[in-house]
């Protein structure tokens, strides 16, 4: 077990990809706190399925752009698992907006979720370990966005690259502290967020012809590679961004 005796903090792991990474950890024997910001009982049903494995896991609402829930969700972690080993930054939400018609409130919302609460939950992480001595990992779940050019992302997809950024500018900092930081992009993966991919007709056919598996990816195959970064057996990576994608080509 990769993960036996470390507590993760997961953010966003309501549902998707949050949610297969807290069943990984907790199969590869991590304690998992549940971050969410609005849908408790879909919350519940994932701590459910860590507890499932013999795990401990509480749930924690908090909206990882604001300061005070971020660090009360630490603290609570902290005070009921204890001290947190491994911080996922998962939490981000996705609109389709045309580049002309996008807002000034559009723009501020995405980009404090999808950047600015990485930032933020990563910083609030770090303070705490390193003045408690302790070491961890940090893994920001980024998106294939981050490399790709699609209608309506001029938000979404430079949140994306900015965690690549972000993840080597604090790497250069905080891995001499003991703080490996790394980033993984996932491809296509079917979730609540890539439902447009299925509404749109023939846009899935589209999608599937240019990824060499061709096929969809799943949550827990996310949640294998960002268990791997947590682990001991990566304990010389750090400041890296991976794609998760199935070979996909093409813009």
């Not at 969410?36 to 459910?48: D, I, P, Q």
């Not at 981000?92 to 979720?113: A, K, N, V």
């Not at 981050?146 to 900015?162: D, E, I, M, S």
């Not at 996310?222 to 947590?230: L, S």
Request: charged fraction near 25%; proline fraction near 3%.
């Amino acid at each position: 077990m990769k993960l036996k005796g470390k507590i993760a903090l997961v953010t966003g792991a309501s549902r998707g990809i949050g949610r297969g990474i807290a069943e990984v950890f907790a199969e590869e024997g991590a304690d998992v706190a549940v971050n969410y910001v609005a849908n408790a009982k879909e919350a519940e049903e994932t701590a459910r399925l860590v507890r499932a494995q013999g795990r401990r896991a509480i749930v924690i609402q908090g909206d990882v752009a604001k300061r005070a829930d971020v660090e009360a969700m630490m603290e609570k972690t902290w005070a009921e698992l204890g001290p947190v080993d491994v911080l996922v930054n998962n939490a981000g939400i996705e609109t389709i907006i045309p580049f002309l018609e996008l807002t000034d409130d559009q723009w501020t919302r995405l980009t404090d979720i999808n950047l600015r609460g990485a930032w933020l939950c990563s910083q609030v992480f770090c303070r705490k370990a390193i003045a408690a001595g302790r070491k961890g990992s940090i893994i920001q779940i980024g998106s294939i966005q981050a490399a790709k050019v699609l209608p309506g992302r001029t938000h979404y997809a430079p949140t994306k690259l900015g965690l690549e950024a972000l993840t080597r500018n604090m790497s250069a900092e905080v891995t001499p502290s003991g703080i490996r930081v790394n980033c993984v992009h996932p491809g296509y993966i079917e979730t609540d967020m890539t439902t447009w991919i299925r509404d749109v007709p023939g846009a899935r056919d589209m999608v599937l012809s240019q990824i060499s598996m061709g096929r969809s990816g799943e949550c827990r195959e996310i949640g294998k590679v960002t268990a791997f970064f947590a682990s001991e057996e990566a304990s010389y990576v750090t400041g890296q961004s991976i794609h998760v994608d199935g070979g996909w080509e093409g813009k």
